[in-house]
């Protein structure tokens, strides 16, 4: 298993200057659709498959051979339990592989060859993953009050929902013509509104990645 996770690594392709590191499948769909939205299509955004390979896949962009023509990595990873702790983790990754790490979120550290920032969502200060700064997005939506009389009813029922955030996000999109697809996948269909003042700081940051 391990021999085939090193194999995967290796087949690493650098297609852009610029590289948006994000932590799966569904984040990749995501940040692609709000890429497009704000008009950038040269970078590369490249899935870990769980935060857990961070550290490997570093080491696998920067053993490849296009990584010399790499001028700023991104890192956007949800803040889970403890925005500060996921930020240092982070942090001791790209010290550990040789690569600047920044001092705060947010920003980029500018020193050295490469460019290289970390976000953290919903913010830097905040717990949570994606799926609560969507909540922001969608929470004027018409169908967002019915979405909260649901979870309240789930409540007094008793019955705890580990991932209220992921509960919300997917009973709203139950509304949606197609109920069954992912956050990704409905960021690309139009089921979000990607010019959200609420997304306003991440697509900041993914700008600053070219600048």
Known sequence: MIQEQEKKEKTIEIKQEYILIVEGKNDELFFKALCEKIGINNIQIISLSGKDNLESKLKAIKNTSGFPTVKSIGIIMDADDNPTSTFQKIQNALRQIGLPAPQNPFQFNNKGKIKVGI?????????????????????????????????????????????????????????????????????????????????????????????
């Open 119 to 211: 976000a953290i969502i919903p913010d830097e200060n905040t717990t949570g993953e994606l799926e609560d700064l969507c909540i922001k997005v969608i929470e004027n939506d018409p169908a967002f009050c019915c979405v909260e009389k649901y979870i309240e009813c789930l409540n007094q029922k008793g019955l705890e929902l580990k991932k209220p955030s992921k509960s919300k996000i997917y009973a709203y999109l139950s509304s949606k013509e197609t109920p069954e697809i992912r956050l990704g996948e409905a960021a690309q269909k139009g089921y979000l509104d990607l010019d959200h003042k609420a997304l306003d700081k991440i697509k900041n940051f993914i700008k600053s990645l070219l600048k």
